[in-house]
């Protein structure tokens, strides 16, 4: 029976997002006994999990009090730290898994007895050490993206070398919460006077994001539901006092029919399984409802400093703010799209960016569907996405190029292209320079330096944020992650990481040859064969 | 002879409340010990609306910390009071004669501040930041004992608070000098090398330490 730790030191939805991965895991290696290093502030959420033998909580909020305050001795803080870790730091572990990748982690992870270790670590040296090329693509593409093109479940399930599926058990659903929660539903749909009303769940906890849905726009949400037949509404609070104001004051609005289920974390399974829709900002409710296939529409603030959604379930929308007054008619719009209905809408052109996730051969997206669109940067999403999962062995998207190249402006696309090959024709200089000047070394290794300084000098391209300079981080990445001791080796090995990005770039400039219909362009070779 | 107690006396007051004298100090009032702790406790209603746990510094006969007890009684559905005490005479004598029934009030009697801080349980009750009320009779009295209370630092050499380590915690960071915490990360990180699963740890611990500063930053 394999032993299995997965350090999990990231933010609650990183603990919510491991949930598959544990499953994945249990799945794959039935006999393996998978057990999780967490905080302690993540307790109240591990009633819920499958397949976990044991979770270790580390009180991070004790500790630290401890150690910023000059009244308490550290020694207690140690004493603290050293009690919580004492379940793992005995043990001799099979795998140990770096899930959120944080810094803490990266160092703990060496300090555990392990066969294998995966995801980062940083070694003896100080370095980050990366297990495979999906950990250095995290470390060093994604950790700089404003928005991720390959979803981070996405992405760590392959660095743990476990495939992302939808099918497995995640979720406990406690036997006697499903029962009364069922009843009770069954009532709520015989309430509107059928037994298959759709049931459209309004979370009215805010996201961790800091974005709060308006109480207007839950109003006016209820108003148009309320005089449909088949819908059903229901407000669903954890308890806070913000919320139950919320509710006294729809309800106010709303003769005081609405119905409000107050859900802890154990219930809160049996209730998203009877709930068709809910409707949420970026928490932790919709996080867990988006493990359980249940379809949600994840609002979010348009000026919010990043662009990932938690939501990435075939089929669920996201909802970006710009104007507060539309989206009420927004998440109409996807209420009628997803169950077929009429319901009427104030705003048929919204400014707010609609997305859904949509599942292809490689994994799922977002594509945008209605209001504002940045078009290079939507273009840049889908194209970077492809580009990477090429370079990660998935064969290439020609049915999405074709997409491109059949519904774009045919301007939009020429100046997308031509922007990115003029970064891609700047970083191939500099990569030639550099190859160029790795001759020197070999003739002389006093020409090192001056090697060194073009290689800096390319590494420094993938400080912008463009596509080409994602491709540059990965190659640092790479570089970062050699682990030979003598030059030589260093040497070969980097040639073998220029000689690996020149490829990555030709596969860039024959993705922009397959998006443009000119001949002559197709014909065109950035790069020269030397 | 003990100099906290040079002169010690308890005295009936004029309602029969046993009130102690010490070194010229009349702890509560002579005349009616029970309305002034009465008017004590009123005086402090507004902080104690809003935190359940209070720290009391001074014991002197009891009377105005039962009439905090029942203040908190009826604004909070549990509550905790620690009373610090550091005349020993006087904890015993207040035992003998009265005592709390209240078990949710405890009492501390030790005679050396750095004592206080070496305990957990009373650092976990300073951590969930209790208000903090003067009984301004035993404040004076004991001055000097109460001011180093709340100026106190601890100890953040390794060496000087080695006695408060576990065993465990001893064993795996068996390698610390005689360094703040944060001085043994430095040492560390200018050494370049990580050598042993306890620097490993102490570099883990440092790196939680940041991000949950951070995080509060942030918030």
Known sequence: ?530 | MDERNSQYELQPSRNGLTVPIINGVYLHSIYNPAKEAEAFANSQEKNLKYKNKVLILGLGFGYHIEEIAKKLNSMHSNYEIIILEPNKRLVEDFIAARDFEDKNIKIICKDKVKQLFENLEFIEFLMSKPCIIKHDTSFILEKEFFSQFLSYQAPQNTIQYKSLLSERSKELFDNFGAFTFKQNVQNILSHGKIESQGQYLIMALSELNKSYKKGISNE
């Open chain 1, 1 to 530: 029976m394999s032993k299995i730790l997965i350090l999990n030191f990231g933010t609650s939805h990183d603990f919510i997002d491991s949930i598959n991965l544990i499953a994945a895991q249990k799945a794959e290696y039935p006999r393996s006994q998978i057990e999780v290093m967490t905080f302690k502030k993540f307790e109240g959420l591990t009633p819920i999990i499958n397949h976990v033998h044991k979770f270790h909580f580390v009180d991070e909020k004790m500790i630290n009090q401890i150690l910023e305050n000059p009244l308490y001795s550290d020694a207690f803080a140690i004493n603290q730290f050293t009690q919580d870790l004492e379940g793992c730091l005995g043990e001799s572990w099979d795998k140990v898994i770096n899930y959120a990748n944080d810094n803490f982690s990266s160092y703990l992870i060496s300090a555990l007895e392990s066969h294998e270790l995966i995801g980062s670590r940083i070694d003896s040296n100080g370095i980050v050490r990366s297990s495979n090329q999906w950990s250095i693509y995290q470390n060093f593409v994604a950790s700089q993206l404003n928005r991720q093109v390959l979803s981070k479940a996405f992405v760590r399930n392959h660095i743990a070398e476990i495939p992302l599926h939808s099918c497995y058990e995640t979720i406990k659903i406690h036997p006697d919460y499903s029962m009364v929660a069922g009843q009770n539903f069954n009532r709520i749909r015989q309430m509107n006077g059928s037994a298959t009303s759709i049931v459209i769940g309004l979370n009215l906890n805010n996201g961790h994001d800091g974005y709060q849905i308006d109480i207007d726009v839950y109003s006016d949400i209820i108003e148009t539901l309320s005089d449909a037949q088949d819908f059903a509404v229901v407000l669903l609070l954890s308890g806070e006092n913000y919320q139950r104001q919320m509710a006294n004051e729809l309800n106010k609005r709303f003769d005081n029919k609405l119905i409000s289920i107050n859900i802890d974390t154990i219930a809160l399974p049996s209730v998203l399984s009877n709930i068709d829709t809910i409707v949420s900002s970026s928490n932790d409710q919709l996080a867990i409802a988006n493990l359980m296939e249940v379809r949600t529409i994840e609002l979010r603030d348009a000026e919010a400093k990043t662009k990932t959604p938690l939501s990435s379930f075939n089929g669920n929308y996201i909802i970006y703010q710009n104007e507060k007054s539309h989206m009420a008619s927004d998440i109409t719009l996807a209420l009628n799209e997803e169950f077929g209905t009429q319901l009427p809408i104030d705003f048929l052109n919204t400014t707010n960016p609609t997305y859904k996730v949509v599942k292809d051969d490689y994994g799922v997206f977002q594509t945008q569907i209605r209001g504002d669109i940045n078009i290079q940067e939507e273009l840049r999403y889908h194209i970077e996405r492809s580009f990477f999962l090429q370079l990660f062995g998935y064969p290439k998207n020609a049915s999405l190029f074709e997409h491109i190249k059949e519904n774009t402006e045919p301007e939009v696309l020429v100046s997308f292209v031509s922007h990115l090959r003029s970064e891609l024709t700047s970083t191939v200089k500099i990569l030639l320079a550099t190859l160029r000047s790795l001759k020197g070394v070999k003739t002389s290794k006093s020409n090192l330096n001056s090697f060194i300084g073009y290689l800096d000098n390319l590494i420094l391209t993938g400080k912008e944020n463009t596509l080409v300079s994602s491709c540059i981080r990965l190659f640092e990445g790479k570089i970062e992650n050699i682990n030979t001791n003598d030059i030589d080796s260093n040497i070969k090995a980097i040639e073998d990481n220029l000689f690996e990005l020149k490829a990555n770039l030709q596969i860039l400039t024959n993705i922009m040859s397959d998006l443009t219909d000119n001949e002559k362009q197709t014909q065109e070779r950035v790069i020269q064969t030397e």
